[in-house]
């Protein structure tokens, strides 16, 4: 743990994350779990170990946030610089969400059926 910052209006951990193996799926960056809750808020960084022959370097960032009681991925950013087509830029949004649980019951809901509360 690197420090506390502020994200979102929530206090978060800052943890540096530095894997002991060079894998496809894991990554060195920094990550950022909310103090309340120990979800994680945000992830940055690079892949631990380089995707392809093609690309030269990716550095993302992903974002997260909390509605209701559930926490949900809000943006995806990458850059990414590649030996053919110089540096791409990605973002992807996520919204909308409607989750299926009913907080009151904990049962799950059926598609288009409202809960009740008492």
């Known amino acids: 743990m690197v420090g506390k910052q502020k994200i979102g209006g929530r ?23 909310d103090a309340e809750d120990y979800a994680l808020i945000r992830a940055e960084g690079i892949p631990a170990k ?12 992903h974002m997260y946030q909390k509605s ?18 110089g ?8 919204f909308d969400y409607k989750p299926n649980v009913s907080l009151t019951t904990g049962k799950s809901m059926e598609v288009g059926q409202q809960g009740t509360h008492p």
């Open 68 to 85: 209701g009681a559930f926490w949900f991925p809000l943006t995806t950013e990458s850059e990414t610089d590649a030996r053919l087509f």
């Open 11 to 33: 206090i978060a951990y800052a943890i540096d994350v530095i894997p002991k193996r060079h894998e496809r799926y894991l990554f060195r960056g920094r990550s950022w779990v």
């Open 50 to 61: 380089n995707l392809s022959f093609w690309t030269r370097s990716v550095h993302f960032v």
């Open 87 to 94: 540096t791409t830029d990605l973002t992807i949004e996520y």
